[in-house]
């Protein structure tokens, strides 16, 4: 059982930044893929970024190339999601995810067992 935990969401001006947090508990999060997701109000879940159990690839939505970034830490059971350059569009509530690293489809979130409870994003304009 894995549970996940995230942080470092809040309120920022368009071209700002932002650090999301996720704490994992469990002793298979290294083994994990881990990914975050977001979703917007009225609009379904979307994928932003994937990372591999070891850290050595990492994926992201065009959507947020080139502004956002994700890394892990396998020894503090942690990944982060650095986030710049906001724009209002990225205003949502971001969830961090979980699951056995299958290596593909990193981008769907049927390949995540866990999810956390998700922080929210906002960003003015």
């Known amino acids: 059982q894995v549970q996940l935990v995230e942080s470092g969401g809040g309120l920022v001006q368009a071209g700002g930044s932002l650090r999301l947090s996720c704490a994992a508990s469990?002793?298979?999060?290294?083994?994990?893929?881990m990914g975050w997701f977001r979703q917007a109000p009225g609009k379904e879940r979307e994928f932003v970024a994937a990372?591999?159990?070891?850290?050595?690839?990492?994926y992201t939505a065009d959507s947020v190339k080139g502004r956002f970034s994700i890394s892990r830490d396998n020894a503090k059971n942690t990944v982060v999601l650095q986030m710049s350059s906001l724009k209002p569009e990225d205003t949502a509530v971001y969830y961090c995810?979980?699951?056995?690293?299958?290596?593909?489809?990193?981008?769907?979130?049927?390949?995540?067992?866990?999810w956390g409870r998700g922080t929210q994003v906002t960003v003015s304009s």
């Open positions: 995810a979980g699951g056995p690293d299958t290596g593909s489809r990193y981008y769907l979130p049927i390949v995540y067992d866990y």
């Open positions: 990372i591999r159990w070891s850290g050595d690839f990492t």
């Open positions: 469990g002793r298979t999060f290294r083994t994990y893929a």
